[in-house]
């Protein structure tokens, strides 16, 4: 990352995997003063992160330097129309929340980009529920607890292929998520929005 923190300035893009968003990245960028849009998921470990988060915020008091995560759903107009409308509450409280991401990935989709394999980056947790998570702090608040089941894995990856997720959230709220990318359906947000609709043909 050194060699590129000379033409970075003022703001740099970090499209690097979540494995080295931090020691090595992040740190070095926010410590020469440059604005940081770090791609989602965060960091692949939660102490990671949290290391990350302290670091930026110490340098920022000095440098002023500000970091963004790359979370682009929370800023479409589907998410801003949900988002207020649970917060005028013109729909009641909101309690509960169920939600499914359910798609069949090619064997290609991994053949491609073998870091998709791996637990520690790859899945549909990492690489897309993350999405879905970030919505759902948005909507409801801080997630407070969270209990999972993984699906029978096909494939035969280390990473997971989906699971089972039950959330509670801060506010007293509760919910449901079930995910896969082994099991074709035509529930998911690329189908909801007609993003990415080559891939995806939109379904609601």
């Known amino acids: 990352m050194r060699h590129v923190i000379g033409f970075a300035k003022p703001t740099r893009h970090g499209p690097t995997p979540q494995r080295y968003h931090g020691a090595g990245n992040g740190d070095e960028l926010a410590d020469a003063g440059v604005h940081i849009l770090i791609e989602k998921p965060f960091c692949h470990h939660v102490a990671t992160g949290k290391d990350l988060v302290k670091y930026i915020q110490q340098v920022s008091k000095k440098t002023g330097v500000k970091t963004l995560v790359g ?27 169920n939600g499914l991401l359910m798609v069949g990935k090619h064997d290609s989709y991994y053949d491609e980009a073998f870091w998709r394999r791996d637990k520690s980056a790859g899945g549909p947790l990492m690489i897309n529920l993350v999405h879905d998570m970030d919505l759902l702090h948005l909507f409801l608040g801080p997630i407070e607890r969270v209990q999972t089941e993984k699906v029978v894995s096909c494939r035969g990856y280390e990473a997971e292929e989906g699971g089972a997720v039950t959330f ?16 074709p359906s035509p529930y998911g947000w690329e189908f909801g929005t007609g993003d990415l609709a080559d891939k995806f043909p939109k379904t609601g």
């Open 71 to 97: 979370h682009h759903r929370r800023f479409t107009t589907y998410a801003v129309a949900t988002g207020k409308a649970i917060s005028s509450s013109s729909l009641g409280r909101a309690i509960a929340v």
């Open 168 to 183: 509670k959230f801060r506010s007293g709220a509760v919910g449901t998520f079930l995910f896969c990318d082994n099991a």
